[in-house]
């Protein structure tokens, strides 16, 4: 086996821990008992050594991702407003280590890989999942109020969901992908799989964003028509999007009551209501990174004292970004999320960009499923992880593929390209 083989491996397995909490039957919320966490760790500091070894090439992938390096900059630099500031700065020592991992993986391996990799690790968890059902069926289900929701070896139903929200579309773009009769058979069976999961966790939020996801995928193909017509496609797409969250926004209830739930999502209005309260008490910079949600002991009080429940987050994204870092890091996010869609669109219009539509997939799961749940610049999260990777790799492949098009389709002419690139290569 070679050493990149090898790290494919750990690169699966690694995606595969960052799936979420484990059962309390298997560990838990218990430092001691979080056997997955530790083992990911374990992983992590073991690829640290490749890490330094090819440091250069990672520096250089972060200068031409100087947005996601001024993030994780003032990331750092708003653990001093923090009024735990200790707590901040190690928060924010473990999101800057597990981040730059992401990006090696971006840098080390081609989009293919990274795709392998991360079904590879979705696999790992449905297969988990299903034994763990059949070994002890009374822990893989729900208690209490979600009675009867599967959650297999997550201590939340909605955990599981999120990781299948994001399997049941990759897994269909594959499966629409493969020209081999025997792979069809194998991905049509894990999309199956994948489905009946995603069903029996009865989460509305993922079968809501993978059925979005599905529906969305045939207008990948409108971004290889002409650019005016790629550019309206994309418009069109952007604008769908804003005015169906929007709609959502303002009528959530009546949507709630009508699908059967909780008109407050599960207590999530009222926790939004409060947070942009104290928003608006400090909307430049926020309270310094993780220095809102500290229980009783935090501005996160205002919360817990409402009595719906104890959460440690906004089950927002953009909302608990702008709790942390303010209007200045929601910016810098936003700025980012847009470079990477706009890089996705331009790769997928050139005549080999084979990865792009799963691409879209990625990135629409990590927006969509950041309203009703908080995975931005979550250290050990499966969801943040892949967004990283995978905006690093369109970036490398982009550059790649446009240098090399350039030279072979179009007058010889100069091409502005990273270095980042030819390391890249001879990796």
Not at 119 to 142: D, H, K, R, Y
Not at 165 to 181: D, E, G, M, N, T
Not at 394 to 412: E, H, Q
């Amino acid at each position: 086996m070679t050493v990149k083989r090898l790290e494919w491996c750990g690169v699966t397995a690694a995606l595969a821990l960052t799936g979420g909490n484990l059962n309390e039957v298997i560990g838990g919320d218990s430092i001691v008992n979080r056997a997955d966490q530790g083992l990911l760790m374990a992983i992590l500091v073991a690829a640290f050594p490749l890490l330094i070894i090819r440091l250069r090439v990672v520096g250089r992938a972060f200068q031409g991702d100087r947005l996601l390096l001024i993030l994780l900059a003032f990331i750092v630099i708003s653990c001093s407003w923090s009024i735990s500031p200790l707590r901040s700065v190690a928060l924010a020592s473990v999101l800057c280590f597990t981040t730059t991992m992401a990006v090696y993986i971006g840098v080390r391996f081609t989009l293919g890989e990274i795709k392998g990799a991360v079904i590879c690790s979705l696999c790992l968890i449905m297969v988990g999942t299903v034994l763990f059902t059949v070994v002890s069926p009374g822990n893989a289900f729900m208690q209490d109020g979600h009675a009867g929701a599967l959650r297999g070896f997550y201590s939340q139903k909605n955990t599981l969901a999120r990781s299948m929200a994001l399997a049941v579309p990759l897994i269909f773009s594959s499966l629409v992908a493969a020209k081999q009769l025997p792979k069809r058979l194998v991905l049509l069976g894990l999309f199956a799989m994948a489905v009946l999961l995603l069903l029996a966790t009865r989460s509305a939020t993922g079968a809501l964003v993978a059925g979005g996801l599905l529906m969305a995928h045939p207008m990948t193909s409108l971004f290889k028509a002409r650019r005016y017509l790629a550019a309206s496609a994309l418009i069109l797409v952007l604008s769908l999007i804003a005015i169906g969250t929007v709609s959502l926004v303002r009528n959530v209830e009546n949507v709630s009551v009508a699908l059967g739930r909780d008109p407050t999502l599960t207590g999530r209005t009222i926790v939004w209501t409060i947070a942009i309260r104290d928003i608006a008490a400090r909307p430049l910079v926020g309270y310094g990174f993780r220095g809102y949600w500290l229980g009783w002991e935090g501005p996160s009080a205002n919360v817990w004292s409402a009595g719906v429940w104890n959460p440690n987050d906004s089950h927002n994204g953009l909302l608990d970004v702008l709790l942390d870092l303010g209007a200045v890091g929601a910016i810098l996010l936003v700025l980012h999320v847009t470079k990477t869609l706009t890089t996705i669109v331009r790769g997928y219009r050139l005549r080999d960009g084979e990865y792009h539509p799963w691409a879209l997939v990625v990135l629409g799961h990590f927006l969509l499923y950041n309203v009703t749940e908080s995975t931005v610049l979550r250290p050990t999260n499966l969801v943040w992880l892949i967004y990283i990777a995978v905006s690093v790799g369109i970036c490398i492949d982009f550059r790649t593929r446009s240098r090399i098009s350039s030279k072979t389709f179009l007058p010889r002419r100069s091409v502005d390209a990273l270095s980042v690139v030819d390391e890249h290569q001879r990796v």
